[in-house]
């Protein structure tokens, strides 16, 4: 199974890494330099165009607002149902919209149908399909550096930060000073920790936008990720001086706070956000957010009120996946394992609610699940449970190019057999799941371990500079911090 999975996986970034002009082999390119918009109503083409340079400057709710009303100037615009699929919080909007998009999509030209059926097989859950349609419409249009970013925009999402640094570099070779593909590439580099190019390209960035409120946003995250929390916060509140309403830079100073170690004030600032989120899950996530401050406090009492009470009033609100995400949040930093695992039937059970969560998000979140669950049940002596999760993340693993799903089967199975004691062949599940800080602090002792001293400095490294405000961070970054390094 291991082999089929290092198959499986190599097919997978083969696939992702294919770029349009060296690959082409069946899908002609457009006479059209830009993808067309395929509509009989002028006002829905300018409403759909809008909405893209809305998303490409990353105002993401009112992105949707504009391809709302283009349904509703031509219901026909298929793409314009593909892209509020994509990029709505609403699950119920989401499938419906899909299949909207699905319906619609014959009476588009060939290259909205590849754009359509691109975002409705990912999530439809059938990566390969919706792979495969993506490549083809990067062949159709090696001249349209918006698709290019679309595409590469979304592997980011995939931590496919490689293959998608290759299409901003196409982008950007069609138009060098094209600002979306410039955010993006700076945080491509912020990913591989390369601060310096990350920094020079947001300059950049934010020269060629002085009066957007995203270029000041991406450089205090960036700032964040590489420990400059004062930069960060200065520019957020940048960010917020040029737009109030840029609800993500009013959370930004709640996670640099956080992080900072000032979690009272985080607090303030998470609450700023979560009162002008523009959406139900915003609200929700901005609330988990928030509950995570208490972890960073240790008071897991009061964090656990704070996860319940979000978890059901997400249930009301019919958003499945944030309570189930609130339910596994709550699992992370559990004492007790059969408590964690009641918890994780709770997450589980709540994605079982209703049909309208995309496959996608869907299979990834279980991934997550089950990956805790192998743990726990190892950690509490319970062998068969452990066995059963971990061969159910193995079957999904090996069926899906889904790089989530790949990251919690390696983690998970790396983990038990860090448990075992078997370090060595931990190693080579652990190396690929190298983001989650529950990971490379497992990696550290198996470098350790196997008297691996130059890639133990490099993990430890990476472990103590990881600066993101995420639930595994909290648990894990500033216990390793306070601790002596491995020599």
């Not at 499945?320 to 709550?330: C, I, N, S």
């Not at 079982?352 to 979140?365: F, G, N, P, Q, W």
């Not at 069926?399 to 931990?426: F, H, P, W």
Request: net charge negative.
């Amino acid at each position: 199974m291991r082999r089929l999975l290092f198959v499986v996986f190599a097919m997978f970034v083969l696939a992702l890494c294919r770029v349009a002009p060296t690959y082409a082999h069946h899908i002609k390119q457009s006479a059209s330099p830009t993808m067309p918009v395929t509509t009989s109503s002028p006002q829905a083409r300018a409403l759909y165009l809008r909405g893209m340079h809305d998303y490409e400057n990353l105002y993401l709710e009112r992105c949707n607002d504009d391809w709302r009303a283009a349904v509703k100037a031509d219901p026909n615009l298929a793409v314009a149902w593909a892209w509020i699929a994509f990029n709505s919080t609403n699950p119920k909007e989401i499938s419906e919209a899909r299949n909207y998009a699905k319906f619609f999509a014959l009476k588009g030209s060939l290259g909205e149908q590849l754009m359509v059926s691109w975002i409705v097989k990912v999530q439809e859950g059938d990566f390969i399909g919706g792979i495969s349609a993506m490549n083809d419409m990067l062949e159709m249009f090696p001249k349209d550096k918006h698709v290019y970013y679309l595409a590469a925009n979304w592997l980011m999402g995939e931590n496919g930060d490689d293959q998608a640094q290759r299409l901003l570099e196409h982008a950007l070779a069609l138009d060098k000073n094209f600002p979306p593909a410039l955010n993006d590439l700076a945080y491509v580099y912020a990913r591989h920790r390369q601060f310096t190019k990350a920094f020079a390209v947001m300059e950049n960035y934010v020269d060629l936008l002085p009066s957007e409120p995203n270029p000041e946003d991406s450089y205090g995250e960036l700032k964040r990720m590489a420990g400059e929390f004062e930069s960060s916060l200065r520019h957020y509140r940048a960010a917020l001086k040029i737009d109030p309403d840029f609800v993500t830079s009013q959370l930004g100073l709640g996670d640099t706070y956080a992080l900072m170690g000032n979690q009272q004030k985080a607090r303030v600032e998470y609450e700023k956000a979560i009162r002008f989120a523009h959406n139900e899950a915003d609200r929700l996530t901005y609330s988990m957010q928030s509950a995570m401050t208490w972890v960073r406090e240790g008071k897991f009492a009061e964090a656990d009120k704070q996860f319940q009470e979000i978890a059901q009033t997400a249930h009301s609100k019919e958003q499945d996946l944030q309570e189930a995400q609130a339910y596994r949040h709550l699992v992370e930093y559990q004492t007790d394992d059969n408590t964690a695992l009641k918890y994780l039937d709770l997450a589980e059970g709540a994605l079982l609610h209703r049909a309208t969560i995309s496959r996608s998000d869907k299979d990834e979140e279980l991934s997550r699940i089950l990956r805790n669950r192998a743990v726990r049940a190892a950690h509490a002596n319970n062998q068969e449970l452990a066995d059963k999760a971990l061969k159910q993340l193995e079957a999904m693993a090996s069926d899906s190019r889904n790089r989530v799903i790949q990251s919690s089967y390696n983690g998970a199975a790396g983990t038990l057999l860090m448990d075992q004691k078997k370090c060595q062949e931990a190693i080579s599940y652990l190396e690929e799941d190298q983001d989650n800080p529950f990971t490379l602090e497992l990696l550290v002792q198996a470098y350790y371990q196997t008297n691996q001293s130059d890639k133990l400095h490099e993990a430890e490294a990476r472990l103590r500079g990881t600066n993101v405000p995420t639930m595994e961070q909290a648990i894990v970054v500033p216990a390793a911090r306070s601790r002596r390094p491995q020599i």
